[in-house]
């Protein structure tokens, strides 16, 4: 028996799909600004943090670096009621995207300050800069600037793990492929499309996130 392709049905799915890419932009702007600002704390903790806390983000990194995402996704979902903290579908998924991103992201971000020279952590000391005022003004912007490209990469990996996030039954695109493919079964056509929509939301993403790094960064060219 011929399989016969047929992906006018999709048409009367359209309000499922989009309500799918539409959580899955959602959850991928919270994950990606929270995660991106945890990562950033991370970084400066590990790097240039008080001695008591650089074990414990190192802790944390090497935790969630070594795990699955599945796993975290369901050990915040499943897990925490127990302890609980009670969760929602969406907020278990955003929360388990931002703690994931933001272990990947600090590596990246930490790569980016221990590569920046010790010479500009003089000159904002010498400018009578505290601290903190020298991390974000001196070391934090050139880092960023180094990183960017991988940075953008990071979240554009971490919106596409966020598939498995219908596992606990987030309403995402998958979750839209599998709830169109089960009631018509017509797998091909239902996963096709959804492949093409991330295909389509990972390059859209890259480009969006390399664009707001020429906006926040306008003289660091030729980086990608």
Request: with cysteine; aromatic share 14%; glycine share 8%.
């Amino acid at each position: 028996m011929t399989y016969e392709f047929d992906f006018a049905w999709l048409a009367g799915y359209w309000p499922v799909f989009a309500r799918g890419v539409a959580m899955t932009i959602r959850l991928i702007l919270v994950g990606g600004v929270l995660g991106i600002a945890l990562g950033i704390f991370c970084a400066w903790g590990r790097a240039l943090g008080p001695r008591w806390l650089r074990p414990l983000v190192a802790l944390y990194v090497e935790l969630i670096r070594n795990t699955p995402f599945l796993i975290q996704l369901f050990f915040i979902f499943f897990g925490l009621p127990a302890a609980g903290f009670r969760l929602n579908e969406v907020e278990a998924a955003s929360l388990a995207m931002v703690i994931n991103l933001g272990a990947y992201s600090a590596e990246i971000i930490r790569a980016g300050i221990e590569a920046t020279p010790r010479g500009q952590f003089e000159a904002g000391a010498s400018l009578a800069l505290s601290p903190l005022q020298t991390f974000r003004h001196v070391v934090l912007i050139p880092a960023l600037q180094k990183i960017w490209p991988a940075l953008a990469s990071q979240v554009v990996i971490v919106m596409l793990g966020s598939a498995v996030v219908s596992q606990i039954a987030v309403e995402d695109l998958t979750f839209a492929a599998n709830f169109a493919q089960s009631r018509t079964f017509r797998a091909f056509e239902a996963y096709f499309l959804s492949t093409a929509i991330y295909l389509a939301l990972a390059i859209l993403l890259r480009f969006l996130l390399l664009r707001l790094g020429d906006l926040l960064f306008p003289h660091k060219r030729g980086a990608r």
